[in-house]
T-cell receptor, first 113, second 115 residues
Framework: DSGVTQTPKHLITATGQRVTLRCSPR?????VYWYQQSLDQGLQFLIH???????AKGNILERFSAQQFPDLHSELNLSSLELGDSALYFC????????????FGPGTRLTVT | AQSVTQLDSQVPVFEEAPVELRCNYS??????LFWYVQYPNQGLQLLLK??????LVKGINGFEAEFNKSQTSFHLRKPSVHISDTAEYFC?????????????FGTGTLLAVQP
């Protein structure tokens, strides 16, 4: 158990819908990263938040957005869903110093039908 | 920008045999290097990392990797594999001293250990 929690574990929804994925980092970790894992794109970095502020963006679609709240949990919002958005979405947390290790949650598997 | 290449999408190996999973990276700046393992239906777990210092790093579960700057490689090795090592292995880099430690992953190598 990495100490990072993600909910829900599975999500099945229809095209055009909007969903919210939630991530709670390990206690004391200020950074949250979001990654997408799909068969055709592999593991891709989406976005990084540090203590509530956006630090970096990757190949994140405009239909996707994220935020980190004062209690440090983070949410990834996916809207106008398309079939191609079906993927495993991971969040990871880090202390951003020392070991630079990122601890990954178990992921949310999103299926768009 | 950084990129990671894992040329072998799948590596079949017999139990108790040695294995090497290859990783090459490209970057215009210094990087940190990582190997992560993903077991079926699970998240990613860090196997080992190279930040600085000795180029031979040891990780969990008997794995080790060697950083070779001239060849821009970070190959993962294990002298004797077990059935339980069957998993997907990802090599990753992050930029040294950057504003973010985002990870850039390779495409992964499936290690299939056969009895």
């Amino acid at each position: 158990d990495s100490g990072v929690t993600q909910t829900p574990k599975h999500l099945i929804t229809a095209t055009g819908q909007r969903v919210t994925l939630r991530c709670s980092p390990r206690s004391g970790d200020l950074s949250v990263y979001w990654y997408q894992q799909s068969l055709d794109q592999g593991l891709q970095f989406l976005i990084h938040y540090y203590n509530g502020e956006e630090r970096a963006k990757g190949n994140i679609l405009e239909r996707f957005s994220a935020q980190q709240f004062p209690d440090l949990h983070s949410e990834l919002n996916l809207s106008s869903l398309e079939l191609g958005d079906s993927a495993l979405y991971f969040c990871a947390s880090s202390v951003e110093a020392g070991t630079y290790e990122q601890y990954f949650g178990p992921g949310t598997r999103l299926t768009v039908t | 920008a950084q990129s990671v290449t894992q040329l072998d999408s799948q590596v079949p190996v017999f139990e108790e045999a040695p294995v090497e999973l290859r990783c090459n990276y490209s970057s215009s700046v210094s990087v940190y290097l990582f190997w992560y393992v993903q077991y079926p239906n699970q998240g990613l777990q860090l196997l080992l990392k190279y930040l600085s210092g000795s180029t031979l790093v040891k990780g969990i579960n008997g794995f080790e990797a060697e950083f070779n700057k001239s060849q821009t490689s970070f190959h993962l090795r294990k002298p004797s594999v077990h059935i339980s090592d069957t998993a997907e292995y990802f090599c990753a880099v992050s930029e040294y001293g950057g504003a973010t430690n985002k990870l850039i992953f390779g495409t992964g190598t499936l290690l299939a250990v056969q009895p």
